[in-house]
Structure formats: structure tokens, C-alpha cells
T-cell receptor, first 114, second 111 residues
Framework: DGGITQSPKYLFRKEGQNVTLSCEQN?????MYWYRQDPGQGLRLIYY???????QKGDIAEGYSVSREKKESFPLTVTSAQKNPTAFYLC?????????????FGAGTRLSVL | EDQVTQSPEALRLQEGESSSLNCSYT??????LFWYRQDPGKGPEFLFT???AGEEKEKERLKATLTKKESFLHITAPKPEDSATYLC????????????FGQGTTLQVKP
């Protein structure tokens, strides 16, 4: 059953703590993306990766970090430097260029601050 | 700067009452306009991609159209199960695959 799996579904962060959100895909897609969604706002791009071992900052990368050691995995770490981390985080993947450019999304992780 | 604006922010319809959602955009070199459906607490679900002005696509009660400045999502005879937030996004000419999203239109269809 192909798709994008995000875990956990809910996550709580204590002040000063780093937390990591998992994103795994078995679609054999080259590109992966992390978005943040806040109420009443559109999705905003945090980081993206078009190939393994390479990633780029998006529009709101401050306070976040990522890695792309495997094609299937693109974890996002929310660091203590991110002062307002409460949001719904969405991971997406896309097949290579010229294949319709459709991004498919996981079910999301809701992060809250304790 | 690439930008997407959706209207209205919220829409309430009676079951069977047809209407349209609007997505206005400015982008340098449109490479695709995307419509997604998002249910509460879930990830967006892909509906349509439109690539050039004049293009139309249909799926059940939904029909998406595209002009050089905007896209419409027409909903014909909606049912309560069509209630969701509908997101519009555009991809410009960069090679990053980055999508620019509007803030969404939340549709409620009452029986």
C-alpha cells in the first residue's frame, strides 16, 4: 500500500526541547517537502529536498533542521530556537520533474507546546 | 512575488445548492495550478491539476477551470460529504517544485 507516513500524529514539546517529526514514503519519489499549516493561513514551506543528501531552505526555515540520508525518509527537527512551534506539520513528496508535478501529502503531525 | 488568494474564506450551502470557489493568482511562468481537498485534522488530498488557460477538469460534482489570472472550482448539487476545506496552489517557473498555497475556502454543506 503506497503512501506517505507521518509519525507521531500528536506531539508535545517542552520548552527548550528539540523534537523530531518522522516522514517516510514508499512511492519511490525523488523530492520531499515539509510544510507548516497555521489556522487561517496557507501552507508555508519549511524545507525541501530534491535528491538524497541534498536539501534547501524554504520560506520559514529558521528554528528547523532536516536530513535526507535515504530516499524514503525526510525527518524534520523542531529546535528550541523555534519560539512558536505550535502548528500542524505536513510532509509531501513528488516524483521527478516532468511527471505532472503533483505533490502528495501525509496525514500530518500536530505539535503543541506544554 | 508569487501569490495566491482564495475567496470566499468560508461558504455555507444547502444540499443541492450549486456554487463556485475562486482562486486568484499571480505567478511568473505558471507550471501548474493545483486543487486539494482537506478534511479536519488530515492531510490535503489531491483533486486536480490545470496547466494552461482554458483547461477544464471534472470529478464527480466538482469541475475546475483556469484562466490567465484565476481558477474556479465549481460544485454542482453538493452533498454534505463535500464539506471540507479546499486549497488552491500554484507552481511557478523555478525548478524547486515549490507550491504557493492560498489560505483555503472552508465549505459547509447542510442537509
Amino acid at each position: 500500500d503506497g503512501g506517505i507516513t507521518q509519525s507521531p500524529k500528536y506531539l508535545f514539546r517542552k520548552e527548550g526541547q528539540n523534537v523530531t517529526l518522522s516522514c517516510e514514503q514508499n512511492l519511490n519519489h525523488d523530492a520531499m517537502y515539509w510544510y507548516r499549516q497555521d489556522p487561517g493561513q496557507g501552507l508555508r514551506l519549511i524545507y525541501y529536498s530534491q535528491i538524497v543528501n541534498d536539501f534547501q531552505k524554504g520560506d520559514i526555515a529558521e528554528g528547523y533542521s532536516v536530513s535526507r540520508e535515504k530516499k524514503e525518509s525526510f525527518p524534520l527537527t523542531v529546535t528550541s530556537a523555534q519560539k512558536n512551534p505550535t502548528a500542524f506539520y505536513l510532509c509531501a513528496s513528488m516524483a521527478g520533474q516532468g511527471t505532472g508535478d503533483i505533490q502528495y501529502f501525509g496525514a500530518g503531525t500536530r505539535l503543541s507546546v506544554l | 512575488e508569487d501569490q495566491v488568494t482564495q475567496s470566499p474564506e468560508a461558504l455555507r450551502l444547502q444540499e443541492g445548492e450549486s456554487s463556485s470557489l475562486n482562486c486568484s493568482y499571480t505567478v511568473s511562468g505558471l507550471r501548474g495550478l493545483f486543487w486539494y481537498r482537506q478534511d479536519p485534522g488530515k492531510g490535503p488530498e489531491f483533486l486536480f491539476t490545470l496547466y494552461s488557460a482554458g483547461e477544464e477538469k471534472e470529478k464527480e460534482r466538482l469541475k475546475a477551470t483556469l484562466t490567465k489570472k484565476e481558477s474556479f472550482l465549481h460544485i454542482t448539487a453538493p452533498k454534505p460529504e463535500d464539506s471540507a476545506t479546499y486549497l488552491c496552489a500554484v507552481r511557478g517557473s523555478s525548478n524547486t517544485g515549490k507550491l504557493i498555497f492560498g489560505q483555503g475556502t472552508t465549505l459547509q454543506v447542510k442537509p
